[in-house]
């Protein structure tokens, strides 16, 4: 049986969509695990494809997702200024990291300095993985204010278009999910282009620009050097 709309507190039915009435918020265990693997990808770079001392950055990366993980352990359903701000400066540090590993790997390619096969192909897949997991963990802090925001149902106003929000059945009790963001930006890093869900503020519309340069960009220059384009092959 499908579940009932909670009661508001003047003791009516709130029949409003899920995503826009308050839920009981989302569990953290998936943004941990998307955190921890990017700091994972950013360790298993190739040496030349990374800021030094290389440890050190991951571990500082590592201690502050360990500090959010420990101040809010479950579901995101009650706002901390303080615990958001921790949260965009992680997530700041990391696409710093790999903004980093972006630069070093195109001048590696455009340099013609002598780069194995198996290091190009590898170190160009983990940035480029890497980059999707940030997007997508941005996308999610930032819609509608963040997790928090969204489980109180505090803005109705959607920064990103979800398919469900515009199906009646669906909305009722659908609301987006870290997974959800982590498609919006998979599709985005892969069709250099927004696909199912849209982006409709300007700050989103900015992000889906930027992601699907540094994708392209990406992908374009290691195709590039694999088919001998590029001198230094």
């Known amino acids: 049986m499908r579940p009932e709309p909670p009661d508001t507190p003047t003791g009516r039915v709130d029949n409003r969509p899920a995503w826009q009435r308050k839920t009981d918020g989302e569990q953290r265990w998936w943004v941990a695990l998307a955190i921890l693997s990017a700091i994972a990808l950013q360790t298993l770079l190739p040496n030349r494809f990374v800021l030094h001392p290389k440890f050190v950055v991951q571990a500082i990366e590592l201690v502050a997702l360990v500090v959010l993980v420990v101040t ?19 997530l700041a540090f990391l696409a710093l990291a790999n903004a980093a590993s972006v630069i070093l790997l195109v001048r590696e390619i455009t340099s013609g300095h002598a780069l194995a096969a198996n290091e190009l192909l590898l170190g160009g897949g983990e ?33 990103l278009l979800f398919p469900q929000m515009s199906d009646e059945r669906l909305a009722r009790d659908w609301e987006p999910i870290f997974i959800d963001y982590f498609f919006v930006s998979f599709t985005n890093s892969t069709a250099f282009s927004p696909t199912d869900t849209m982006p409709l503020s300007r700050w989103c519309k900015v992000l889906f620009m930027v992601q699907s340069a540094i994708s392209l960009v990406t992908v374009a220059l290691i195709a590039a050097r694999a088919v001998n384009i590029l001198p230094g092959n």
């Not at 359903?77 to 992680?90: E, F, G, M, N, P």
């Open 72 to 90: 809010h352990p479950e579901r995101m359903s009650a706002r901390s200024q303080r615990v958001r701000t921790a949260s965009i400066a992680l």
């Open 127 to 159: 940035i480029w993985l890497t980059n999707m997991i940030l997007f997508a963990l941005w996308y999610w802090e930032y819609d509608r204010g963040g997790p928090a925001e969204r489980a109180i149902g505090g803005t109705e106003v959607p920064d």
